[in-house]
């Protein structure tokens, strides 16, 4: 009997707001809501792979419209199983608009839906087919750390974590002052002593000058790591910062491109790689981030969509942390499992996200 090959042979695209489950602040902006552009692709053989990805509030009509008009028609008749072929083509379609935001959250939108129909013709979850490293991951906390929280409940949400055996927390950093940001790092690292990892996000929003005064006062807090400190396209200020402290400088949330990637691990100028499966165009070339990372000996932690993530840094052997900022349990039947303060990835073949596909449909803009 032939064996039809399992050509696409439907592609759709649609948008859906979340509002955010918590107050979310950084030096340079506030979460309102999370734009999530959903693409949904079916195969001859019945199967149906939905993949996605996100905005933090504006841009998801744009990447939309970039799908409905360019990306999902020459989607139909292709062969869902040959992804490297088909994302190859996407982009090099849109390459006057490449390397850029717009493009690369699209075609993660594709990329992910196709890694969900490779896994699910697979009968194997994405953590194993995408390597198999292992099934559990180190998860910290970024939800008990905004920036407009106060010293005393950013304490108390360190604390929380501790106690439920999560091995860290991220705090963001960025006030106007040097001593208001060390007095609420100390306060936090003197209530849950040195065993527990602290990392601090500046959200790119410091000179080269400012950042390096600020690192020096934050080493004696013993931090993991010091991310996005100046603005992501400034790869020679990042190399002159790692360079002049001890504490890990981490990239890599946006950056948009394999090749951006390259030029920061290459130049010294990422100590930890946050690479993001949204924000880079997918699970491929995520991968190839992750493997490019490993070559230079650093560890990835990747940025949000920890419904992802767990299975993509559960997968490869430098995944060291999954982020954990819940943001998908309104459209979602389940939560990603957590225990003894590791995600574990799921067993589910596909992506395995258990969606709710009423709920999705009722939160469609128009």
Not at 279 to 308: D, Q, S, Y
Not at 334 to 354: K, R, T
């Amino acid at each position: 009997m032939t064996v039809l090959p399992p050509k696409i042979t439907r592609a759709e695209a649609w948008l859906v707001d979340l509002e955010v489950e918590t107050v979310r602040t950084d030096a340079v902006q506030a979460f309102l809501k999370q734009e999530t552009i959903f693409v949904s692709l079916e195969t001859v053989d019945g199967l149906t792979g939905l993949g996605y990805s996100y905005t933090i509030g504006t841009g998801g009509t744009a990447v939309l419209a970039l799908l409905r008009d360019h990306l999902l028609p020459r989607l139909v008749g292709a062969d869902a199983r040959n992804v490297e072929a088909v994302w190859s083509d996407l982009f090099w379609s849109t390459h006057a608009t490449t390397v850029g935001a717009i493009t690369s959250l699209a075609l993660a939108a594709v990329d992910t839906a196709l890694w969900d129909l490779r896994c699910l013709r697979a009968d194997e979850p994405l953590w194993r087919l995408a390597g198999g490293y292992r099934q559990r991951v180190p998860l910290y906390d970024t939800e008990g750390g905004w920036l407009h929280l106060t010293t005393d409940q950013l304490v108390e949400g360190a604390q929380a974590s501790q106690r439920a055996g999560w091995p860290g927390v991220k705090l963001k950093v960025g006030k106007p002052r040097v001593h208001e940001d060390l007095e609420r790092l100390q306060a936090v690292r003197d209530a849950v002593g040195p065993e527990l990892d602290i990392m601090v996000d500046a959200n790119q929003s410091m000179t080269y000058p400012e950042a390096r005064r600020r690192a020096a006062a934050f080493e004696a807090v013993d931090l993991s790591w010091f991310e996005e400190p100046l603005p992501a396209d400034d790869v020679t200020g990042h190399v002159r910062l790692s360079s002049s402290t001890s504490i890990p400088i981490a990239v890599g949330e946006s950056l948009y491109s394999v090749s951006q990637f390259r030029e920061y691990v290459a130049a010294g100028g990422a100590g930890i790689v946050q690479v993001d499966v949204a924000r880079v165009g997918g699970i491929t070339p995520w991968l190839k981030v992750a493997h490019l990372a490993e070559t230079f000996n650093l560890e990835v932690c990747p940025h949000f969509l920890m419904e992802l993530h767990v299975s993509l840094t559960a997968a490869v052997p430098n995944g060291r942390y999954v982020e954990h900022i819940p943001q998908l349990r309104a459209i979602t039947r389940s939560e990603m499992s957590v225990v003894d303060g590791h995600a574990v990835a799921p067993d589910a073949p596909g992506l395995g996200i258990e969606w709710d596909r009423d709920a999705i449909d009722d939160r469609r803009v128009a």
